[in-house]
């Protein structure tokens, strides 16, 4: 097998920041169609203001980067969840 027929998968956990206008729209629907990534919505909060939302996208590199360029396009912040481990 070549290794362009073997892709790696990656996960990434982001924070998205809804502004006012974007959070009727079903965005994270819309991303797991029109990309190929899996979305796993892990903690959300939202009111008729602001909408925080902390999700998890399986896919390839590529493929993730170009979903996050979408949401962006709708004027969500997008940042990476900050994972901190305390060794012991």
């Not at 590529?62 to 004027?75: D, M, N, T, V």
């Amino acid at each position: 097998m070549s290794r362009t027929a073997k892709t790696a998968r990656e996960t990434k956990r982001l924070w998205l920041t809804y502004p006012r206008k974007a959070i009727q729209r079903p965005v994270i629907y819309e991303l797991g169609h029109k990309f190929k990534v899996v979305t796993n919505i892990r903690q959300a909060s939202v009111t008729e203001e602001v909408g925080i939302v902390s999700l998890e996208l399986v896919g390839e590199r590529s493929e993730i980067k170009r979903a996050i360029k979408w949401l962006e396009g709708f004027g969500i912040k997008v940042e990476p969840v900050e994972i901190n481990v305390i060794e012991g």
